[in-house]
């Protein structure tokens, strides 16, 4: 397995926005699209965006669509998630990236598709 890391999380207000980044040291080829994912407290894992190093495809949650971007960048093994227009109750959580295997894209959205996971960076968006 290998250990994805996040960064780029902190503390922001209403509206603002943050980008986080995740290495993915040897999960940056066409085998694999990497995924991002959140947790808030008592809450359960969602998804929210995932993209591939094949066809730079991708997908988001409902929740963030047209207010986060995913996107890649080969040469520096990295996967960013730019996220505007933050909201309190609905963005605030520990963000986590993952690595998946392509033939399993179609899954995307659920956690248990992917391998390889980060340690998590915690975003939190004050009102």
């Known amino acids: 397995q290998v250990r994805l890391v996040e960064s780029g999380g902190g503390l922001v207000q209403a509206g603002d926005s943050l980008r986080l980044s995740c290495a993915a040291p040897?999960?940056?080829?066409?085998?694999?699209?990497i995924g991002w994912f959140r947790q808030a407290p008592g809450k359960e894992r969602e998804f929210v965006a995932a993209i591939t190093f094949s066809s730079s495809s991708a997908v988001y949650a409902d929740s963030v669509k047209g207010r986060f971007t995913i996107s890649r960048d080969n040469e520096k093994k990295t996967v960013y998630l730019q996220m505007n227009s933050l909201k309190p109750e609905d963005d605030t959580a520990v963000y986590f990236c993952?690595?998946?295997?392509?033939?399993?894209?179609?899954?995307?959205?659920?956690?248990?598709?992917?391998?390889?996971w980060g340690q998590g960076t915690q975003v939190t968006v004050s009102s």
């Open positions: 040897g999960r940056t080829s066409g085998r694999y699209f």
């Open positions: 993952a690595a998946g295997q392509r033939y399993r894209w179609a899954d995307a959205m659920l956690s248990s598709t992917y391998d390889d």
